[in-house]
């Protein structure tokens, strides 16, 4: 008998028996796994679908439930709202977001189809009130539908595309509306006879010749061989659980330590790439501190062990969050005035570095060099007052003058406070959710979608809430069409 | 006949007949793989070596000959000079230049071995004067042996591991030591009887089952079958002129525009890839503008579009220029006073700015906010006049007042000046040369060295010169012996 293993295809010719035969086998249970599973069933084909835990969820189930949605005119939400949206400012945001790394097929495909997919996920059963939630929000605290979510309002990004919000959330009270979706998308999986495997991880793929043909399952530890006559659809996500792919692909995020996840080992992109696929932007990731909240604490100014300012505040907590993370040095500092310091997240794990009745004082106590952080926030108060920011464009109404003592600085430290992340890179696919070879041409018999490959969020610097959701719901349905026409 | 392909190993069931039959087969001919080839042969193995290109030479060829060499307390150059050098220092300098990408038993191996390789590259003829050219040089400027090459000497690096310079270079009149050191490997290579075929593309892989066997090579527009029966070493260069490559794996390097290097088109690890190797790092580049020169340049200070400075310039070139393309924006400018400027090198395609009797004056010309740049200016002066740099720790004698108007901004626009780069990314190899598959066990009979591979400079920020032929010379000998061994 052959190896079975991650990083080489399971030859056919050796299969004794089949234990399983499918048309689809779909490998993961997160939206991804559960949107493509829906499509391939839809479609008429037989689907199996195989998870590791001893449920759905995924990555997917721990987010917001939050899907970036727009163009075309502009949504319901959106246009109740009084925003409008086109399909080229959506497609350019999209593109601007995932800078160098975007694919633009993808973001212009995405862009015409986004209303059509938020009519899909209703359809599915997904609820959604319809109405706006003003302010900055990570996730919403009620069970609105719209919200900003990206950096689409804030410099650079204003100036290349006309903003809109288009974080398009399912009606769930407060936080954590992933949970729900992929529960409303597991029930329509079932209704449509997808056929649930749990407790059963995938090991190797089969393949004949160039062609995938099955996969090989470990259940009740045996390995299980699945006729996939179809094809395979890997959605299991990134690996940012997997600390040797981390240190050869991604070190950066040895800086900062809470990844999330569940069970992202990187096992799809092992698979994909030993059948001959391609993994691309390894590199990338998102990562997140929670520093907006309270809300007083998004007017705040951003500087690093330099005193100098880096970013615009103004955009997206994850785009900050994660060019604070070039900074030199082992963190930034977050300066409040006692109008805008609130006690922060206990969960974040942000510090008070230093404290004063000047900047002139909290500059001393964080042991900067005299005419460094207080000349920094001077000149930032001059030009808040008259509302504006000529070195980063921050715009009101989060720009407003931090200047009545005492003022604060809390510590964000990339070892110890709560920076979120996870990985973006992953295999190469077609707009139809082709793993796509390094030759260029579709490894035949697979696919993939999520995590496990580099989508609509590529780009750490321009991520954007709801991007992988959109990306895992959307794809993962190219992925399960196309694999169900064979 | 099956297909082939530098994507899919050429299965050697399915070879007809071997054109040739060697112990080992070498694929490329600059630094490396003339390293490569020599150590094989003097280990007894039938050795031969393909070139694609008519001659000897690859990128190593075009660079300055400089190999970095220290520890062991110090080489004949660097104790003449009255520099110590311990192997602790010199593996710490390593690890601290490799950042977050460092191959940490490469770099203590290589410091462990560095004084006997300088001893070997001797032995094969390769000429060093002895002496130390004092001063801040890219290449030296006559026939010096010894230099300051990279960070050492500059924060962070100095409060890590004791600076000594460790830029040895081959005795050659001027720039360009690279030419007459591939001359010299081939000459040796040749006199140890390595058959040498040039016009002759490596396009496949050749396995019997996991274990590399041979090479298809292409000579006179035919395929021609070698068998290998120790292994073949893959030492083809990086892939900086492979564009897709480049968009897939190193999208950031699009942003400039002097790609260095000799037909560097990613195939060997394409070759490494497909046969099951790991290719790590891919993201990381080297860069650098030569705005050092002419010598009194070296004194300017960086500012970026917001007035800011960003690194200490006392540090490398490569790692200010490579730290300048961080900034956000089109490009960086270079501040000088009227005693510190010159013409810049017309190939640097550093532009006038700015110009102005005040640096408020420089600020205005270049758009910049009242108080921005004339600030940062101020606040350099004044700590330049004791001696120090409170915000980056750029030290004497290259930390100077800039206080003697007329002054100067000069821009390095990261699109039209000379950003000369090349990658660092590449297959993952054991120190022996082995190529490592994912699963973490070498590729049988598959090895590789130079800038095919993640070696000695892992991390774009972190280069200093003389590391890329550190790590071909060194690591193409040990993948010469490791192959000629079976």
């Known amino acids: 008998m052959a190896e079975i293993s991650l990083y080489h295809p399971y030859p056919a010719a050796q299969v004794a028996t089949w234990d399983y035969e499918t048309d689809v086998a779909v490998i993961g249970f997160g939206a991804a796994g559960a949107c493509a599973a829906i499509e391939a069933a839809d479609a008429g084909a037989r689907v199996m679908l ?36 086109s399909t080229e400012d959506f497609a350019a945001y999209l593109k601007a977001a995932g800078g160098p790394c975007a694919d633009e097929e993808k973001c212009d495909l995405y862009a015409r189809e986004s209303l059509a997919h938020y009519a899909w996920l209703k359809s599915q059963g997904v609820p959604y009130r319809g109405n706006y939630l003003p302010g900055k929000h990570i996730e919403p605290t009620d069970d609105s539908t719209l919200i900003w979510s990206g950096s689409e309002a804030a410099a650079p990004f204003c100036d290349i595309a006309k903003p809109a919000p288009r974080g398009h959330v399912i009606a769930h009270m407060g936080w954590g509306g992933g949970r729900p979706l992929v529960d409303i998308l597991e029930s329509r999986a079932r209704d449509l006879g997808v056929d649930v495997v749990s407790d059963a991880r995938a090991v190797a793929l089969v393949q004949d010749g160039d062609r995938v043909v099955g996969v090989v399952v470990r259940i009740d530890n045996q390995p299980r061989f699945v006729k996939a006559t179809n094809g395979v659809i890997l959605c299991t996500g990134g690996f940012v659980f997997n600390d040797e792919m981390r240190r050869r692909y991604c070190p950066e995020t040895f800086k900062i330590n809470s990844p999330i996840g569940d ?43 330099a005193g100098q300012r880096f970013i615009n505040e103004d955009c997206y907590h994850g785009r900050v969050s994660r060019c604070a993370l070039d900074q030199p040095g082992e963190g930034v500092y977050l300066l409040l005035d006692i109008a805008h310091f609130d006690q922060p997240l206990e969960m974040a794990g942000m510090t008070i570095a230093g404290t004063g009745d000047s900047w002139e004082e909290v500059e001393g106590e964080l042991g900067m060099a005299p005419g460094t952080l207080s000349a920094t926030m001077a000149f930032y108060n001059v030009h808040a007052r ?31 406070s709560y920076f979120s992340f996870f990985t973006l890179g992953g295999l190469r696919t077609s707009t139809d959710g082709e793993v796509m070879g390094r030759d260029g041409k579709p490894v035949s018999g697979l696919f993939a979608a999520g995590r496990c490959t580099s989508g609509l969020p590529a780009w750490g610097h321009g991520y954007s809430s709801g991007f992988s959701l959109a990306d895992c719901t959307f794809f993962g349905r190219q992925a399960g069409r196309k694999a169900a026409a064979g």
């Open 50 to 85: 195989f998870e590791r835990g001893s449920g759905s969820g995924g990555a997917s189930a721990l987010s917001g439930g939050e899907i970036y949605i727009g163009g075309g005119g502009g949504s319901d939400a959106q246009r109740a709202a009084g925003f409008e949206d």
């Open 386 to 416: 008259e509302g504006r920011d000529p070195l980063f464009d921050k715009k009101p109404p989060i720009l407003t003058p931090l200047d009545q003592g005492p003022f604060v600085a809390l510590e964000l430290n990339f070892a110890t």
């Open 263 to 305: 069970q992202d080992d990187g096992s799809g992109i092992e698979l994909g790439v030993g059948a001959g696929g391609d993994a691309i932007h390894m590199d990338q990731f998102f990562t997140t501190c929670p520093w907006t909240m309270p809300e007083p604490q998004a007017h705040g100014v951003f500087v690093n062990r």
